[in-house]
């Protein structure tokens, strides 16, 4: 079957660092997908992966390991806007995204 | 409009009851899907259409019927609801399928089924 595999919640500090981590068992690879969705909202796209290594886009970057089948999202400096559900998501060999249930992110002062 | 546009916000519907959720994007992307969205569960594919005149079926098709007669709209019926099927719907449209090309979604509805 096909599985993607996330931690359901996590809680860090404003201005930390917090790494959300993403395991996946797919039938194909075509691509992974972070998402950030707030409580009562509609997904939205953060960032997308299709070769090894890291992506980085602001405070906000990505990893991939395809022989692991592995990610990571890597959130700096966190704010208290950063609070809200990330989903991880992979295309598989029939370009359907399969999702993970999400992490929720929760932010201290 | 700019995006996608999903119709109702909210629902609370009769067992049994058929109902319509709409979706209109403008931005002429080929491809379009239906979700559904669980507490505890990741979002499930219910049906997609890859360019208008095609449809396909996702995950969890059972109760479900679209149709994709243009572009821009690809509404998703319940032929008659059942407790199950309460959720949050999203609609979603991509420029194509393949590699790269990110899924944008709707506001979603939420449906409630009595």
């Known amino acids: 079957g096909q599985n993607i595999d996330q931690p359901t919640e996590m809680t860090a500090t404003e201005g930390a660092i917090v790494q959300i981590n993403c395991t996946y068992q797919?039938?194909?690879?075509?691509?992974l997908f972070w998402y950030q969705q707030h409580a009562g909202e509609a997904p939205t796209f953060l960032s997308y992966?299709?070769l090894d290594g890291l992506e980085e886009k602001g405070r906000f970057s990505s990893f991939l390991s395809r022989s692991k089948g592995y990610s990571y999202l890597l959130l700096k400096e966190l704010q208290m806007k950063d609070s809200a559900s990330y989903l991880c998501?992979?295309?598989?060999?029939?370009?359907?995204?399969?999702w993970g249930a999400g992490t929720k992110l929760i932010i201290k002062p | 409009i700019a995006g996608i546009t999903q119709a109702p916000t909210s629902q609370i519907l009769a067992a049994g009851r058929r109902m319509t959720l709409r979706c209109t994007q403008d931005?002429?992307?080929?491809?379009m899907y239906w979700y559904r969205q669980d507490l505890g569960l990741g979002l499930r594919l219910i049906h997609y259409?890859?360019?208008?005149?095609?449809?396909g079926k996702g995950e969890v098709p059972d109760g479900y019927s679209v149709s994709r007669a243009n572009t821009d709209d690809f509404p998703l019926t319940l032929a008659s609801a059942v407790p199950s099927q309460t959720s949050v719907y999203f609609c979603?449209?991509?420029?194509?399928?393949?590699?790269?090309?990110?899924?944008?979604f709707g506001p979603g509805t939420r449906l409630t089924v009595l």
């Open positions: 979603a449209s991509s420029e194509r399928t393949s590699g790269a090309y990110t899924q944008y």
């Open positions: 931005m002429r992307h080929n491809a």
């Open positions: 259409s890859n360019t208008a005149g095609t449809t």
């Open positions: 797919t039938s194909g690879f075509n691509g």
């Open positions: 992966n299709v």
């Open positions: 998501a992979v295309k598989n060999s029939n370009y359907q995204l399969i």
